[in-house]
């Protein structure tokens, strides 16, 4: 090997370069919306106004629905019911009748012992009384205290 040649063989690099091909940046191009000599045909909107019918409650021929009270059944009333002292007012399904029945007791101040829900009847238990809650054959309900 001539020195030249040594020399040649010396320097060159041992790879081959990496190529990294030239960055070109395009120029921003901005569009002009286009403009339409004329709009699209819309069909003109006409609103015609609906009048409100007005219910006289004082009318005769006015029909009067009977508002019927929103009722739970024993086991929604066991399952919702908060005994808290003082009085209560509650519309209960009655357990014989189906109907709703408005019940109003009172339940004393203390400490809840138990709450006993059966087929036809509530029983609080206080500390210091109890409050029976008896649905009966006939549609009534009975309410009674004892201390």
Known sequence: MT???LSLALTSPAQQPVYTPPITIAPRVVVQPSIQ???AYRPPVVY??????VLNP???GYPTQPVVPQAATLSEFSRFFTPTPGAHDVWIVHPVTRQP?????VLPAGKLRSV???RRSIQFEFRNGIVDIEFRNNGTVDVSYRN
């Open 101 to 105: 029945v408005r019940v109003s007791f």
């Open 116 to 118: 006993d829900v059966d």
């Open 48 to 53: 015609v106004p609906v009048p409100v019918p």
């Open 37 to 39: 000599p004329y709009p």
């Open 3 to 5: 020195p030249l040649l």
């Open 58 to 60: 004082n009318y005769p």
